[in-house]
RNA sequence: GGGCGCGUAGCUCAGUCGGUAGAGCAACUGGCUUUUAACCAGUAGGUCCCAGGUUCGAUCCCUGGCGCGCUCACCA
């Protein structure tokens, strides 16, 4: 923060840090004085010494940055060495190393012979002429071993090297005395300097928001972290190549929407200057995708970043990614069956088993799922037909749920109320009531009924599916009532434009939209979508609060 | 937005039945050539989230605020 640049220990250190960031001097100026010296006291040492550091905000070359670690780099400059060298390393995987490096009893081909890696240097243990840390890179963690012997020259510079320091390093593969694999360094050189210390090094970040706020120290210093994310990447990737090996093209559809619809959710607004008209980011791909269908693309699918302008949890995050696949010649029906290979496809490439758990529970994906009747659910649990108003509503009160102003709404709150728990999953819930799908085309035996479906697992909806509407007058009469209903979350109005390509004709069409974040939850075993998305939405941080004035 | 909980050293946490605070790790100094939460000795580090109130005195009690978590609501 300004003042460690107004409460230097030591002038050497405000000289380090000038060196090693030359906008330290402006930030030392008018302003960060007149604000420091107004009340505070003078803090000493108590700025200088962050680890993780609070979570506020503050300017560029914050309290974060640690003087010891800013003089050591002014150090190596004073000899001409840079500690932020331009080029990097030509490196091997850790993890095939490891590999290559066998066991104590039967050593792999890579034993004994030289290797270079580079990573993060991790906390040090020094023996006075023998240090041991080991170094992380994407791969892995491999543990490095220098000795003085082996590094006359460098060795005096040795308390240059801190934890978290990025470095490149050569040596040859070996062991210790107890067997581990162990890099014996013959070179090693400094690729950046972290001026930031890392995390304590037992416990990690533990702080939630901390590691939410920094997940880029999160990633390297929280056990786990980086495999879930690599997981996300692997299921992404597989999720295209399924589709793809069916004839599925990917398609780009626009984010920025003039009517939010596809969905009911409240929009995020934005503006477009030029233009000087608003639009709303997406709530769902979903209109655009179909469009493509009538345009012939026949089988489209796209991962979308959806935005809805609602509450944040553990299973909600206002931005959010959908896969939304649309398959002209199809049905609903065709659609459960590539959501249930697809999530048993999935499964075994990510664990290697079709058996994952999730929330202390086991659930097996394995293909095919169970199919449940969303009416019979609902006379099950909640103990009436679904269109049996007055016994509905009585229920309703029973379950203390207030009125939405919509029979139907009430009747699928009773219905979540009622049901959603059992739904343990995999389960595919079918034949949803046609007032509360408005993009669904009626069940040809029940006129009351969509073909329509969803997909829970854990009780949680992970997937939402049916044939699709592609009659334009009841789309458009559909529409209208959603208008009409002053539903906040409904659009404002009537998508002319949509109903205009359903009159040049859409294909008999089938549509499907998982929701990757929960889908990545529930194969990765994390109880909170925050756990599964690198930067989680957060209340932005605070602005420092101006120093109180002098009386 | 409602309810519950939390906020003390850089990190993880104790503690003060109201008298301005401690440990381990991290940092720094010294020692150590096979450790892996290395070890041993020493040093330094705190506006106890913020603002009011009660009080001789508040980190502690009260009120308000800020931040975060859990939960409810809504959705995928």
């Known amino acids: 923060m300004l003042r460690i640049f107004a409460a230097p220990k030591r002038a050497l250190e405000v000289e380090a840090m000038r060196l090693a960031h030359p906008s330290a001097t402006v930030l030392a100026t008018d302003k960060a004085m007149n604000s420091f010296s107004s009340a505070r006291p003078v803090q000493g040492h108590r700025a200088w010494n962050r680890g993780v550091g609070p979570l506020s905000w503050s300017p560029a070359m914050t309290e974060l940055a640690h003087p010891d670690r800013l003089a050591k780099a002014r150090a190596m400059r004073a000899r001409g060495e840079d500690p932020f060298p331009p080029r990097g390393v030509k490196a ?85 005395q107890k067997g581990e694999v162990t890099l014996w360094v013959s070179e090693i050189q400094l690729l950046s300097k972290a001026y930031a210390p890392p995390p304590e090094k037992w416990h990690g970040l533990v702080d939630v928001e901390a590691r939410y706020r920094r997940r880029y120290v999160d990633l390297w210093a929280s056990e786990g972290v980086l495999d879930v994310f690599k997981k996300r990447s692997k299921i992404v990737s597989l999720v295209r190549r399924f589709l793809e090996a069916q004839g599925y093209l990917e398609v780009e ?8 619809g596809g969905a009911t959710a409240r929009p995020f607004i934005t503006h477009h200057n030029a233009l000087d008209c608003d639009f709303y980011l997406r709530i769902a791909p979903e209109l655009y995708l179909k469009r493509c269908i009538v345009g012939g693309l026949e089988r489209v699918f796209e991962i979308a970043r959806n935005f809805r302008n609602e509450g944040i949890s553990t299973r909600h995050n206002p931005e959010f990614s959908m896969l939304e696949l649309y398959e002209a010649q199809a049905d609903y029906r065709r659609m459960m069956e590539i959501g249930e290979t697809l999530l048993e496809h999935l499964a075994r490439e990510i664990n290697g088993t079709t058996v994952v758990t999730f929330r202390g529970k086991e659930y097996d994906l394995k293909a095919p799922f169970k199919r449940e009747r969303y009416t019979e659910l609902f006379r099950r649990h909640a103990g009436c037909e679904f269109d049996d108003e007055p016994a509905v509503r009585k229920k309703a009160t029973e379950l203390g749920l207030k009125d939405p102003g919509n029979y139907w709404k009430l009747m699928n709150d009773v219905f979540e109320a009622t049901v959603e728990d059992h739904l343990t999953g995999p389960l595919f819930v079918v034949d949803y009531p046609v007032q509360i799908s408005p993009l669904a085309k009626q069940s040809p035996e029940d006129p009351r009924l969509t073909e329509r479906f969803e997909l829970f697992i854990a009780g949680m909806e992970l997937g939402n599916a049916f044939s699709e509407l592609n009659d334009p007058e009841e789309q458009e009469r559909r529409f209208r009532e959603q208008v009409a209903s002053k539903d906040p979350e409904a659009p404002g109005e009537v998508d002319i434009d949509y109903v205009q390509a359903l009159e040049y004709g859409m294909p008999p069409t089938a549509g499907f939209g998982i929701g990757i974040d929960r889908l990545v939850m529930v194969l990765t075993n994390q109880d909170s979508i925050r756990d599964v998305l690198l930067f989680p939405a957060l209340r932005p941080l605070a602005k420092e609060p101006e120093a109180p004035k002098a009386p």
């Open 253 to 260: 559809t626009p984010v920025l929407h003039p009517i939010a």
């Open 92 to 176: 091997e995987s850790i993890a095939e190393l490891l590999a290559g490096a066998g066991t104590l009893e039967a050593p792999g081909p890579r034993f004994g012979t030289k290797a270079t890696i580079a990573g993060r240097l991790h906390a040090q243990r020094d023996f006075g002429k023998l240090i041991f840390a080991p170094v992380q890179d994407l791969t892995g963690k491999l543990q490095i071993g220098l000795k003085r012997d082996a590094l006359e020259a460098w060795w005096p510079n040795r308390k240059e090297l801190d934890a978290g320091d990025l470095v490149g390093v050569t040596g040859e593969l070996g062991r210790t």
